[in-house]
């Protein structure tokens, strides 16, 4: 049986993922590989400003996503230790064996990678 502590997690994670909204974002960022503004994720997207705010939001507190700002630009990229670390729901459910999520604490879980801005 799955101990509490990673089923609570699990389920942040997937309540994070419950909004087609923000399977949206997360797959324009991992599939643009490089960090974007929000102006940017606004125009790829389609959808609202303060709706993509509201949703990166959501995401950069399971830390699928990471944030850095830059002046008076936040670029917004996927953190890919934390995504790839993301079981699917039967594996969950059916008690499979899962990865382990990433041993970190939200604020500082380390990058996957030393990035730089576009």
Not at 38 to 65: C, D, M, N, P, W
């Amino acid at each position: 049986m799955l101990d509490r502590e990673s089923a609570a997690l699990y389920a942040g994670w997937f309540k994070a993922l419950a909004d087609p909204t923000r399977v949206q974002l997360v797959t324009l960022l991992a599939n643009r590989g490089r960090p974007m503004s929000v102006g940017e994720i606004v125009a790829a997207s389609g959808v609202g400003q303060s709706t993509v705010s509201h949703h990166l939001k959501a995401l950069a507190e399971v830390r699928f996503v990471l944030s850095e700002q830059d002046g008076t630009t936040r670029w917004y990229r996927i953190n890919e230790l934390c995504v790839s670390r993301f079981p699917s729901a039967a594996d969950v459910v059916m008690g499979r064996q899962v990865p382990a999520p990433p041993d970190c604490a939200p604020d500082e879980c380390p990058d996957e990678e030393d990035r730089s801005q576009p």
